[in-house]
């Protein structure tokens, strides 16, 4: 078991950049597969980037790719989102997941622990 604590949310003006920060207790990020999601107010939850456990590859959603980077921290037990060049389409809830077996890293169904969530909201 895995409990997962996002922050770092919080306002941003577009074309600004901000970093997530979602924490592990309990275990190292670097036996996961660690993804941020993210979910905007009467839509889907949809994927955003993950990061492979072990071998640390990482993979970005079209929508996101050149302006996000996931990355983690094992020593921390933290993995992170850095984004930029923000547009207010990225205004979200931002969740990350985890999980410690073979999957669909892309899908929700994917994950098997989930944070809470920290908002994101970028304006114009």
């Known amino acids: 078991q895995v409990q997962l604590a996002e922050s770092g949310g919080g306002l941003v003006q577009a074309g600004g950049s901000l970093r997530l920060s979602c924490v592990a207790s309990g275990r190292t990020v670097g036996n996961y597969r660690m993804g941020w999601f993210r979910q905007a107010p009467g839509k889907e939850r949809e994927f955003v980037a993950y990061?492979?456990?072990?071998?640390?590859?990482?993979y970005y959603a079209d929508s996101v790719k050149g302006r996000a980077t996931i990355s983690r921290d094992n020593a921390k037990n933290t993995v992170y989102l850095q984004m930029s060049s923000l547009e207010p389409k990225d205004t979200a809830v931002y969740y990350c997941a985890a999980s410690q077996r073979a999957g669909v890293g892309s899908s929700v169904g994917g994950y098997d622990y989930w944070g809470q969530g920290t908002q994101v909201t970028v304006s114009s």
């Open positions: 990061i492979s456990r072990f071998s640390g590859n990482t």
